[in-house]
């Protein structure tokens, strides 16, 4: 799917990078300090997005941003279904 600025809500939060804490989105944005970003997947499998540049933004639906794995800092993630 390509990238529709559209797709973007103003549903989202600055997100704390967690082990254990829930903190799901359809995606993410990362603002201040390029890095990787480690996720959950909804089926549970832990992924790394490598090499986030500060203002990319990832289309991915997940159920938490991990702390071990993640660099990348200003995180924001969008938590509205895409248009």
Known sequence: MAYNASQITNDCYDC???DTDA?????FRVYTTA????IKTLAGRTR???SVQVGET???AFSKIMDTGTD???ITVFTDSPV
């Open 58 to 60: 990832i289309n991915v």
């Open 48 to 50: 790394k997005v490598g």
């Open 16 to 18: 704390t990078p967690s």
């Open 72 to 74: 990348a800092v200003g």
């Open 35 to 38: 890095g990787d970003v480690t």
């Open 23 to 27: 903190n799901a989105g359809f995606g």
